[in-house]
């Protein structure tokens, strides 16, 4: 039996990092949030973002992120509270888009934060499983694009 459950934790480890390398070449960062616990796990580290270097889980969440020193830029803590209330109200999906990065240097990536559900057979939330893409790039040429049609008129 210990040899069994031996194997299963090196499969799930192995597992585990698949994932997060396979999510990190493809530039997404893995998160598992815990209802109960209030809790999200960081599967592979945003070293760019002080706040979650060398941090792999946060909190009293979405609390700690409307704290001053959060990561999250101020101006879209509302928006994260709100993707948070659909979770905790049973929507399957919720998604999110806000400026993470380094408020002590003024330095803001755009994230687009993505949550699915995983319920218990009464169907009560237990965890949702969570994406967050740097859309940066693509919110700067949407910002360009919206400033080349006003020039224009």
Not at 31 to 52: G, P, V
Not at 95 to 107: A, M, Y
């Amino acid at each position: 039996m210990k040899k069994n459950e031996n194997q299963k934790t090196e499969k799930t480890k192995l597992l585990e990092e698949t994932y997060a390398q396979a999510a990190r070449q493809c530039g997404v960062t893995l998160w598992m949030f815990n209802f109960a616990e209030k809790l999200i796990y960081n599967f592979n580290n945003l070293t760019h973002i002080k706040a979650f270097d060398g941090i792999s889980s946060f909190h009293n969440v979405p609390e700690v992120f409307s704290e001053k020193g959060s990561p999250l830029h101020p101006d879209d803590v509302q928006a994260l509270y709100e993707m948070f209330d659909k979770l905790y109200a049973g929507e399957k999906t919720a998604k999110s888009v806000g400026r993470w990065g380094n408020e002590d240097e003024d330095v803001w990536w755009w994230y687009e934060i993505s949550y699915t559900t995983i319920f218990d057979d009464d169907g009560k939330p237990l965890k949702a499983i969570g994406t967050a893409i740097d859309i940066t790039e693509r919110v700067r040429l949407e910002e360009r694009y919206n400033e080349e049609i006003k020039w224009r008129k």
